[in-house]
Nanobody, 122 residues
Framework: QLQASGGGLVQAGGSLRLSCAAS????????IGWFRQAPGKEREGVSCIGSSGRSTYYTDSVKGRFTITRDSAKNTVYLQMNNLKPEDTGVYYC?????????????????WGQGTLVTVSS
């Protein structure tokens, strides 16, 4: 089970930290991805982190602004989002897959959280 939280309303240039808490997994060998879906648009991959926390990926539009980290002791992955822009608005989902790699596509992920809404006002 995945529980995403931390969304909210923020002005452009502001920051939010999203959390994705995992529970019920018998293994820690899972990668976590963050995806977002803006109104009227398809879901897109934002960032992902490997099971060890050493491998990360960011889509070009968030590089230098977002940072993904994981706290294995808490089974939680964080997405720190700084310098937010109105185009970052959307529902953010975290997803997990048991993998030693770094899957980037949504169809690679087997487990999904419920989503948390991020709204960035201009």
């Amino acid at each position: 089970q995945l529980q995403a939280s931390g969304g909210g309303l923020v002005q452009a240039g502001g920051s939010l930290r999203l959390s994705c808490a995992a529970s019920g997994f018998t293994s820690r060998s899972y990668s976590i991805g963050w995806f977002r879906q803006a109104p009227g648009k398809e879901r897109e991959g934002v960032s992902c982190i490997g099971s060890s926390g050493r491998s990360t990926y960011y889509t070009d539009s968030v590089k230098g602004r977002f940072t993904i980290t994981r706290d294995s002791a808490k089974n939680t992955v964080y997405l720190q989002m700084n310098n937010l822009k109105p185009e970052d608005t959307g529902v953010y989902y975290c997803a997990a897959v048991f993998s030693l790699g770094l899957p980037r596509a949504s169809y690679d992920y087997a487990y999904w959280g419920q989503g948390t809404l991020v709204t960035v006002s201009s």
